[in-house]
């Protein structure tokens, strides 16, 4: 069992509304979140390229984030999401400063917050927050693991790609382009 | 009695300002937040106010120190418009609820020592006020000379009160500046309008053809849903944008047109898919009129002459002509929703309807379907007086086609000429910033200070309350009823909204408001209830449902009676035009002594050092209504100036530089905005998302941020069919240093 996510680009359209559903069903702060819009144009009017992406922790199988937390608050949880134990954290952010991708943020409370793949979601046999409400229905999740499911049989028929792959942390967050 | 020049209150002359509290997620225990369970929330049914798609949806409440709170809103799984899914504006609704900005109390413009200023009132006071100053008025002058202006659903109430009253001079801004055109050109050519939502069989079809219409951007939740559907079924985008949208970075060919050139297009597309033979035999020879003068009118229209004015090379018109054919009839030219532009828009809507007929996608699966709705009853009443004078003499010989009032048009016939014997002398205004809203705004606010009497009904302290005798602060959507949404779709359905809270500080829903107003002024006949809830109970009931039903269910679908989901496959048809068929040459347009057939015409360009002023959409707002918005405003809290990095070079502008605009008037924007250099727009325009840069300073996240295009329109191009107010013949230049100092 390995959780991971897939992005269709090709049908994302940047509309943000991942990220302010995540932020009301985990009660993120305002100006802070988990999840996050990019968008990158490529090349000159009129021959141009787009790509909008909906981007989150990585939920790496090799995690600097874990690695480099003195007190074990990071850790590895079932399926492979890496969570924060906020009572664990000192919030020293070593851990913000490690991630390639920028997907942890200090909470006002004093914790290391970033997405938990809505684990309590998932527990109810719930899709995560951003999957469920996303309009074009351009995130995937599921069992990366199982060649069967859903995302696998996606990623095993569609081009795709991870960002930074060249930091070597093996992200299982997929971008199909 | 004339009353003073309306002073532009800010409504921070109100007394001491509330005290802003910290954020309630943020406590200082450094105690991580628990989750919320949503086996332990309560939810209530709505359908969303966040804008006019009206998407069904639950709030969720949980229970927090006792209270119950609002948590978060999502889509109903069995609405037709989201399909279980909000778009960010409905998800971030609870925004709305949670606004510390809101309007708390009803206010009265009062006058002390010559200065202007709002007091706090009682709503027995704001009330008795109204009712005296709109029976004054109706006594003055007649009850005719009463006009409302609506863009929210509690508008419904106070619009029985007006017609109890005897006027019908009741409007939305959503028709002359915004759709009416193309309901006109749809009605023109096929008997019936477009409506809301558009009965576009977006996830059926083969090739989605955009003209200016940018969806993604434009969040219109079904449409951008069965756009990704359609993507995901390999169908074909065609969109045509001087602005490389989303929805343009989406598609298979994107025409990054000439402003303004967009006629000459589409006259050359059905040149070509006439003169190759590429139209749908059958279907233009069963149901439509005139197809031999459309050839005629067309043969001249090649690609190469379009390509001259459109700038788009004659090989690509006639590929994207072909990718169309070969869809058809899965094919949807689509109308638009925005499409009051340069002033032809009838006409390009009337091109786009008849292109959309060649193709024979109007009644057809993968084109346009037949939307079935229901009619509720409605409770017993007395009848409305009848009124001698209606919207329509606003503009006497004028805008005959035009379906509904246009508020271009009232907001013109308030301000007195000597060809008018009664222009408008109160407005009723109900969720619609107007200020922002119609075009020329200096217009509207000397019809403004020409009124006797003027009442605010809004949640938030927009643009517009500022000119207001009387401001009524109402509950947002998350805490009120309101009247049942039955909108067409597919299938008919029933919608409730009920609240999920109580409503917040001295706020009340708009139903109980015109009730109030109506007991008091005589007219308590007209509402026969004394709550809401039994009203909508009767017309449920009345329909074999109950508002019991309704609490648990939010949505009910209901079967179609008829099978005519697609009906133009070779059935019998009537259309309801003069000829029963489908209008190419249009009979109603030449009686009224407008071309029958859509001609291209130049429209100005932007002089030297000038740039031709675009405007649009976000996805996570909708105009002024959600600018303040907490959890919208932190995913976008600016608009920015999208300029292309040739122009930027030119005038040394850098990225994130704050500049303001002038335009061909000389009129000077109010607040900077920030430049953003990209690629994505050509070098004979500017852009930028319609809706910040406002001047009502309560706003507190949302006042002065951005730049306001509506400030820049000056140069409105009415259309002569139908009133519809053109607005992007407005042309900018930059100003660097700050023109306020």
Not at chain 1, 23 to 30: F, R
Not at chain 2, 73 to 88: M, T, Y
Not at chain 2, 628 to 645: I, R
Request: charge should be neutral.
């Amino acid at each position: 069992m390995r959780y991971g996510m897939a992005v269709d680009t090709n049908k994302c359209v940047g509309c943000s509304d991942c990220v302010v559903a995540c932020q009301t069903e985990n009660n993120v702060p305002l100006g802070y979140a988990r999840d996050w819009i990019v968008e990158t144009v490529d090349g000159t009017y009129p021959n141009l390229f787009l790509e909008l992406r909906s981007e989150r922790c990585n939920h790496c199988d090799n995690t600097p984030c874990v690695r480099v937390c003195p007190t074990g608050a990071s850790f590895i949880g079932d399926g492979g999401i890496i969570k924060v134990k906020p009572n664990k954290c000192i919030g020293c952010a070593a851990c913000i400063e490690s991630c390639p991708y920028d997907a942890r943020y200090m909470h006002p409370n004093g914790y290391v917050d970033k997405c938990t793949f809505c684990d309590h979601r998932l527990a109810e046999g719930l899709d995560t927050a951003c999957v469920s409400v996303c309009p074009t229905k351009c995130l995937y999740f599921g069992d990366v693991d199982d060649p069967n499911s859903e995302i696998s049989i996606l990623l095993a028929n569609n081009k795709h790609k991870t960002l930074i792959p060249e930091a070597g942390t093996k992200p299982q967050l997929f971008y199909i382009v | 009695m004339k009353t003073n020049r309306r002073e532009f209150i800010k409504i921070s002359s109100i007394g001491a300002g509330g005290i802003i509290l910290s954020s309630p997620l943020i406590n200082l225990l450094g105690k991580p937040e628990e989750h919320k369970d949503e086996k332990r929330a309560k939810r209530y049914p709505t359908y969303c106010e966040v804008c006019f798609w009206k998407c069904a949806g639950w709030v969720y409440t949980n229970e927090e120190k006792g209270e119950e709170k609002i948590w978060k809103i999502i889509g109903n799984e069995d609405d037709l418009h989201s399909n279980g899914r909000f778009c960010p504006r409905g998800t971030g609704g609870v925004g709305m609820y949670y606004d510390e900005d809101r309007l708390k109390t009803p206010l009265i413009r009062v006058e002390k020592d010559g200065v202007q200023s709002f007091k706090e009132a009682t709503w027995d006071e704001a009330l008795d006020l109204i009712a005296k100053r709109l029976k004054e008025v109706a006594k003055e002058y007649t009850p005719e000379c009463i006009a409302m202006f609506s863009h929210g659903s509690g508008g419904k109430f106070f619009s029985n009160v007006l017609k109890a009253m005897g006027s019908v001079s009741i409007s939305a801004p959503s028709y002359a500046q915004c759709r009416g055109p193309r309901e006109v050109a749809f009605i023109a050519t096929y008997g019936k309008g477009i409506g809301s939502p558009e009965p576009t069989d977006i996830k059926n079809t083969k090739c989605l053809v955009l003209i200016g219409s940018h969806i993604g951007e434009n969040m219109h939740n079904g449409q951008v849903q069965e756009m990704s559907d359609a993507i995901d079924d390999g169908a074909s985008i065609i969109t045509v944008d001087p602005r490389y949208s989303t929805a343009a970075s989406k598609s298979k060919f994107w025409l990054p047109i000439k402003p303004a050139t967009d006629i000459a297009l589409l006259l050359a597309w059905m040149h070509v898919i006439i003169n190759e033979e590429l139209y749908d035999k059958e279907y233009v020879e069963k149901y439509t009129f005139g197809f031999e003068q459309l050839k005629a009118h067309v043969k001249s229209k090649t690609p190469e002459w379009a390509y001259t004015i459109t700038k788009i090379k004659p090989d690509v018109i006639r590929k994207t002509a072909h990718e169309m054919a070969s869809a058809s009839p899965a094919v949807i030219i689509h109308p638009g929703r925005h499409v009051t532009w340069y002033g032809d828009d009838t006409q390009r809507l009337r091109a786009v309807a008849i292109l959309n007929a060649l193709l024979g996608s109007w009644g057809r699966r993968g084109g346009f379907y037949n939307p079935e709705g229901i009619k509720l009853k409605k409770m017993p009443r007395p009848d409305y007086p009848k009124p001698k004078r209606t919207w329509r003499d606003a503009h006497p010989d004028q805008y005959r086609l035009a379906g509904l009032a246009l508020s271009s048009g009232m907001c013109d016939a308030t301000i007195p000429s000597p060809d008018k014997d009664c222009s408008y002398k109160a407005w009723i205004i109900n969720g619609t910033n107007l200020i922002t809203t119609l075009p020329d705004q200096k217009n509207t606010i000397e019809a403004l200070n020409n009124l006797e009497f003027v009442v605010v009904i809004d949640t938030m302290p927009v643009d517009i309350t500022g000119y207001a005798d009387v401001v009524l602060p109402e509950c947002t959507y998350l805490e009120r009823y309101d009247m049942l949404r039955t909108s067409k779709h597919r299938e008919p359905s029933i919608a409730l909204r009920m609240p999920a809270a109580k409503p917040k500080y001295n706020s009340k829903p708009a139903w109980w408001m015109a009730k109030e107003l109506a007991n008091k002024m005589g007219l308590g006949d007209y509402v026969p209830y004394e709550k809401v809830e039994e009203m909508l109970d009767w017309q449920l009931k009345e329909y074999g449902s109950s508002l019991k039903e309704m609490q648990k269910i939010g949505v009910k679908k209901i079967d179609r009676k008829y099978d005519d989901l697609y009906l133009l496959n070779g059935q019998e048809y009537e259309f309801k035009t003069n000829t029963g068929k489908i209008e190419l040459y249009s009979t109603a347009l030449e009686r009224e002594g407008f071309d029958a057939m859509p001609n291209y015409t130049a429209h100005p360009e932007p002089p030297a050092d000038f740039y031709r002023l675009n405007y649009g959409r976000a996805p996570m707002h909708t105009f002024t209504r959600t600018v303040n918005n907490p959890n919208l405003s932190d995913l976008m809290e600016e608009n920015k100036l999208w300029v292309n990095p040739k122009v930027a070079k030119k005038y040394d502008l850098e990225k994130d530089q704050e500049i303001w605009l002038e335009n061909q008037d000389g009129i000077v924007s109010s607040f900077a905005i920030k430049v953003r250099i990209t690629q994505r727009i050509g070098m004979d325009s500017v852009y930028m998302v319609h809706g910040f840069g406002g001047t009502a300073n309560k706003l507190k996240r949302a006042y002065g941020r951005g730049g306001a295009d509506s400030e820049l329109i000056t140069n409105v191009m009415h259309d002569p069919i139908m009133g519809g107010t053109g607005m992007r013949g407005n042309f900018v230049k930059f100003i660097k240093n700050n023109p306020h100092v």
